[in-house]
Every structure is written in C-alpha cells, then in structure tokens.
C-alpha cells in the first residue's frame, strides 16, 4: 500500500520561502506531484516530476516554485519561494495522475501579510 506523508508547513511572511517534503513508501519511483487546497476552492495541480526527472509547474507557479526529488530516499520536494497570501492551502503529494487513495493529511502552509 502506497503512503505518502507531506511535511514542512507551517506560518511565514509575505516573500519568505518554504520547503516541503514528501517522504514515499510502499510504492516503486513513479511520476510524483504537488497539489493545493485552498480554503472554499477545488484543489489543484502545483508541480509534478516524472521518473527521470524532468518536472513541470503551473503556469502562474513558474519562477517561485520548484519540485524536485531524491531517489536514494524516495522523496520529492516542493521549494516554494516569494510567498504570497494568495499561496495559502494545504499542500498534498500525490503520483501524477493523482491516484485517489493515495492523498494523505496534507500539510498545512500560511503565508500571513
């Protein structure tokens, strides 16, 4: 059974950054992602990372956010940079497509003005 437990959120100022962490087990390396759920809002995509690599933002993500992943650990990261108000939600991994029993806790991030 896969898991995926997301880390690293927590309270910043308007422009600080944050990194979050998405630790994965029970699952071989597979194309990982980052989405968000703002509070009243559907969830949505942030950024994804295919098995070798290459990765993929949302367009009005792009120059602030960045995915990565380590293999040797088997966990992906969201560096998110310039944080605004507007980036407040909880943050999930999730394989890329999302599959749906996989979505765990989250991991909560406000961005305070």
């Known amino acids: 059974q896969v898991q995926l437990v997301e880390s690293g959120g927590g309270l910043v100022q308007v422009g600080e950054s944050m990194r979050l962490h998405c630790a994965a087990s029970?699952?071989?390396?597979?194309?990982m992602a980052w989405y968000r759920q703002a509070p009243g809002k559907q969830r949505e995509f942030v950024a994804r990372?295919?098995?070798?690599?290459?990765?993929s933002v949302a367009n009005d993500l792009r120059g602030r956010f960045t995915i990565a992943r380590d293999y040797d650990k088997n966990t992906v990261h969201l560096q998110m940079n310039d944080l605004k108000p507007e980036d407040t939600a909880v943050y999930y991994c999730?394989?890329?497509?999302?599959?749906?029993?996989?979505w765990g806790q989250g991991t909560q991030v406000t961005v305070s003005s």
């Open positions: 999730n394989t890329y497509p999302p599959q749906t029993g996989n």
């Open positions: 029970g699952t071989n390396i597979r194309a």
């Open positions: 990372i295919s098995i070798t690599g290459v990765t």
